[in-house]
Nanobody
Framework: QVQLVESGGGLVQTGGSLRLSCARSGRTSSNYAMGWFRQAPGKEREFVSAISWSGGTTDYADSVKGRFAISRDNAKNPVYLQMNSLKPEDTAVYYC??????????????????WGQGTQVTVSS
């Protein structure tokens, strides 16, 4: 079993930045690729970004490409999502998820094995 806990969300003005963290506990000896998803009010949860186990391969949704950066430091466990140039449409609950694969995980939510509880990001205009 793997537990994921997100942190770093909050309220920020348009153009501001936030860094989300996802800490993993439990079966930390297993290798997981990781993804970030988000769900805005009244909308379905959508893919944001993903990173391979090694950190060498990343993927981004078109809506965040060039503004968000995913990274990980396996020695210290967390996976990060640096969010810059935030827009009101980035307002959502952000979730991290673990995928039992070493390479770049897919964008398909159902293929992820573990999920965090989410952290709220609110961008004011």
């Amino acid at each position: 079993q793997v537990q994921l806990v997100e942190s770093g969300g909050g309220l920020v003005q348009t153009g501001g930045s936030l860094r989300l963290s996802c800490a993993r506990s439990g079966r930390t000896s297993s290798n997981y690729a990781m993804g970030w998803f988000r769900q805005a009010p009244g909308k379905e949860r959508e893919f944001v970004s993903a990173i391979s186990w090694s950190g060498g391969t990343t993927d981004y949704a078109d809506s965040v490409k060039g503004r968000f950066a995913i990274s990980r430091d396996n020695a210290k466990n967390p996976v990060y999502l640096q969010m810059n140039s935030l827009k009101p449409e980035d307002t959502a609950v952000y979730y991290c998820a673990a995928h039992p694969r070493l390479g770049l995980p897919p964008r398909v939510q159902s293929e992820y094995s573990y999920w965090g509880q989410g952290t709220q990001v609110t961008v004011s205009s």
